[in-house]
């Protein structure tokens, strides 16, 4: 099956700078990259996603970077704010199959 | 919230008792899944449903059952709770009628094995 990793484990930064999480997989047929955020007690929420036919996906502060050759896709957090502070997750999935897998994920502090 | 309801939010069991998990979805998604929860491993899939009666295995399913009778319901079941299976309990629908859809997330349950 799919293998999701992700680094790295915690990250801090100071409030207004970026942030930006890694992750690799290691199926080629996996063709959508969805990024969870986690904030403590609550549900995993997606918060932005990329299919394998595009190389980068905005939405305001946030971004994300696909690049297939080298099977590693990036979230980047632009200007991050106190209440970007949460775990955040990455997956992959394929249509070849039912199964979304993750990354074991990523504690992010931004400190005011 | 993608109408994902999960019951109970939270119970406590002794090893060796069976515990049923439930989630309800109000939207006729196809795909539903159940992940658990657990520090340093994210969120790892148990068994995942892609039709009434039909279920698959995922990646950690051993010690767990599941059904899906209707398509509004998926049950996860643990036949002989272990403490092992303490853990935070996600169920999940994919959106869409095809796989490779946006998956959503239930407000979880928190199993604790004593």
């Known amino acids: 099956g799919e293998n999701v990793e992700q680094h790295p484990s915690t990250l801090s930064v100071q409030e207004g700078d970026s942030a930006v999480i890694k992750c690799t997989y290691s199926?080629?047929?996996?063709?959508?990259f969805p990024w969870y955020k986690q904030e403590l007690g609550k549900r995993p929420q997606l918060i932005i996603d990329?299919?394998?036919?595009?190389g980068e996906k905005k939405d305001q502060r946030i971004a994300v970077t696909l690049n297939k050759t080298a099977k590693h896709f990036s979230l980047h957090i632009t200007e991050t704010q106190p209440e970007d502070s949460a775990v955040y997750f990455c997956?992959?999935?394929?249509?070849?199959?039912?199964?979304?897998?993750f990354g074991t994920g990523t504690s992010l502090t931004v400190i005011p | 919230d993608a109408g994902i309801t999960q019951s109970p939010r939270h119970k406590v069991t002794e090893t060796g008792t069976p515990v049923t998990l439930r989630c309800h979805q109000t939207?006729?998604?196809?795909?539903m899944y159940w992940y658990r929860q657990d520090p340093g491993h994210g969120l790892r899939l148990i068994h995942y449903?892609?039709?009434?009666?039909?279920?698959d295995k995922g990646e950690v399913s051993d010690g767990y059952s599941v059904s899906r009778s209707k398509t509004e319901d998926f049950l996860l079941t643990l036949e002989s709770a272990t403490s092992s299976q303490t853990s935070v309990y996600f169920c999940?629908?994919?959106?869409?009628?095809?796989?490779?859809?946006?998956?959503?997330f239930g407000s979880g349950t928190q199993l604790s094995v004593l």
């Open positions: 199926d080629s047929a996996s063709n959508y």
């Open positions: 939207e006729n998604h196809r795909y």
């Open positions: 999940a629908i994919s959106e869409g009628t095809g796989i490779n859809e946006k998956l959503f």
């Open positions: 997956a992959a999935t394929s249509n070849t199959g039912n199964q979304f897998y």
């Open positions: 449903s892609y039709g009434v009666k039909d279920t």
């Open positions: 990329i299919r394998s036919n595009v």
